[in-house]
C-alpha cells in the first residue's frame, strides 16, 4: 500500500475539486432548467439556451481574428452578459431566484453603442453584402446567429405571456450592434 503525497487534492483543501464534464444525467435526452423540472433537449427553452451557447461561440469566432480594441472589449462584454442571459432563459422565475435579467438600461446600453459605432460610418446606401475580412464575415454569421436565437425567444414569448420582453428587446438591439460592429470593424 502506498501512501497519498500530502499535495494530492483528497488531502489538500487548498485545491479546488475538479468538476466533471459529463454528469450522465442527460443521456436519455432530459436536462434540468434552472432552478425548475426536468425537461427534453428539445424544449423550447433549451432550444433558445442552445441558440445563445452558439452566438457566444460564434462571437469567439470573431473575436480570434484580432479585431480592433474597442470592439473586441465590447464583445467579451456581450459574451459575459450571454451567459446571464442564458440563465434568465432557462429559469422559469427569475425574480424568484436573484437571477440577473435584462434591465432597460442594458437595451439603452446596446443603442447608445450602436449610436456612437454608425456615427463614424459613411451612410448605407444599399444592403450590405456580408463578407469582407474575416473578421467582419464572422461577425455578420454571429449576427444571424442572433437573429435565430431571437426567433426562438419570441417562439417563448408567444407561448408564455410571462417570459421577458426586455429579452426579446435586447437581443433584437444586439443584432443590430453586430451589424453596424461588422461595419466598423471593415473600415
Not at 470592439?71 to 425574480?95: F, H, N, S, Y
Not at 453584402?129 to 417562439?155: D, K
Request: hydrophobic share 40%.
Amino acid at each position: 500500500m502506498t501512501e497519498e503525497s500530502p499535495s494530492s487534492p483528497e488531502k489538500n483543501p487548498a485545491t479546488p475539486k475538479r468538476i466533471r464534464v459529463y454528469s450522465r444525467r442527460g443521456d436519455l435526452g432530459e436536462t434540468s432548467l434552472f432552478s425548475g423540472p426536468r425537461v427534453g433537449k428539445d424544449h423550447p427553452r433549451i432550444e433558445a439556451v442552445g441558440e445563445v451557447d452558439e452566438l457566444s461561440s460564434a462571437i469567439g469566432l470573431a473575436r480570434s481574428f484580432g479585431l480592433p480594441a474597442p470592439a473586441d472589449e465590447i464583445l467579451e462584454r456581450i459574451q459575459r452578459k450571454l451567459i446571464e442571459v442564458g440563465t434568465e432563459i432557462t429559469a422559469m422565475t427569475p425574480g424568484r431566484h436573484a437571477v440577473p435579467t435584462v434591465q432597460p438600461e442594458d437595451i439603452r446600453g446596446l443603442e447608445e453603442l450602436i449610436d456612437s459605432l454608425d456615427a463614424s460610418l459613411p451612410p448605407l446606401n444599399s444592403f450590405v453584402i456580408p463578407g469582407g475580412s474575416p473578421a467582419q464575415a464572422a461577425l455578420h454569421v454571429a449576427r444571424t446567429v442572433c437573429r435565430r436565437a431571437e426567433r426562438r425567444l419570441v417562439a417563448l414569448l408567444r407561448a408564455d405571456a410571462s417570459f421577458s420582453r426586455r429579452l426579446v428587446a435586447w437581443f433584437n438591439r444586439l443584432g443590430d450592434l453586430l451589424f453596424v460592429l461588422s461595419r466598423h470593424c471593415g473600415r
